[in-house]
Nanobody, 124 residues
Framework: QVQLVESGGGLVQTGGSLRLSCTAS????????VGWFRQAPGKERAFVGS????????AYADSVKGRFTISRASAKNTVYLQMNSLKPMGPATYYC?????????????????WGQGTQETVPQ
């Protein structure tokens, strides 16, 4: 099965940018749909965006459309979440998740494999 490791989180000011990485091992990441989710302290995990296995189809939460972009570097077995024009939403953990199903689902339970998360903070 695939293992996922997120990286790239940190402290960034309002309006800044950050790129998160989701690096896969054990399997080829392009065989999986990959979703990104955000979880603030005390809140449920929220859909950010997703990338289907083939064809490059993506889906995004309305709150991030036009600011966030998901892409894949197959040679590095990595999926990226580029976040621009960040808003002051306080601390959160970003998770990437993978599904063998062909999907861009916004539902966390549709993804079977999860990374450990990477923390990001945009001070309010």
């Amino acid at each position: 099965q695939v293992q996922l490791v997120e990286s790239g989180g940190g402290l960034v000011q309002t309006g800044g940018s950050l790129r998160l990485s989701c690096t896969a091992s054990g399997r080829t990441v392009s065989d999986y749909a990959v979703g990104w989710f955000r979880q603030a302290p005390g809140k449920e995990r929220a859909f950010v965006g997703s990338l289907i296995q083939t064809g490059g189809k993506t889906a995004y939460a309305d709150s991030v459309k036009g600011r966030f972009t998901i892409s894949r570097a197959s040679a590095k077995n990595t999926v990226y979440l580029q976040m621009n024009s960040l808003k002051p939403m306080g601390p959160a953990t970003y998770y990437c998740a993978a599904s063998k199903h062909i999907t861009t689902s916004p539902t966390p339970s549709d993804y079977a494999y999860w990374g450990q998360g990477t923390q990001e903070t945009v001070p309010q």
